[in-house]
């Protein structure tokens, strides 16, 4: 069994920041890439932002220049550093990966979620 385990949501100011973390555990063999989703109410859960297994990186257009994705593979770790909020960055994040396990199965894991607020 593998899980995704987030940290470091909270409520900031607009124009703070706030940075993101995703730990992977479990039975794990090797992770391909790692995501970052967002959901606001009332609106569809988007991708904000991606890492493959080399560390490239690929961001929503809503985010590129403010946020940045880093991965750490020997801790099977992702960090997702927030500049610059803005209220409409408002939403629960959620972590997200494809893995495959030590039975080499493939499957994808999702996190519980954590809010992030920015008040204007």
């Known amino acids: 069994q593998v899980q995704l385990v987030e940290s470091g949501g909270g409520l900031v100011q607009a124009g703070g920041s706030l940075r993101l973390s995703c730990a992977a555990s479990g039975s794990i063999f090797n992770i391909d890439h790692m995501r970052w989703y967002r959901q606001a109410p009332g609106k569809q859960r988007e991708l904000v932002a991606l890492a493959d297994s080399g560390g490239v990186t690929n961001y929503a257009e809503s985010v590129k220049g403010r946020f940045t994705l880093s991965r750490d593979n020997a801790k099977d770790t992702v960090h997702l550093q927030m500049n610059s909020l803005k209220p409409e960055d408002t939403a629960v994040y959620y972590c997200?990966?494809?893995?495959?396990?030590?039975?080499?199965?493939?499957?994808?894991?999702w996190g519980q979620g954590t809010l992030v607020t920015v008040s204007s």
């Open positions: 997200n990966a494809e893995v495959v396990n030590t039975a080499r199965s493939r499957f994808e894991v």
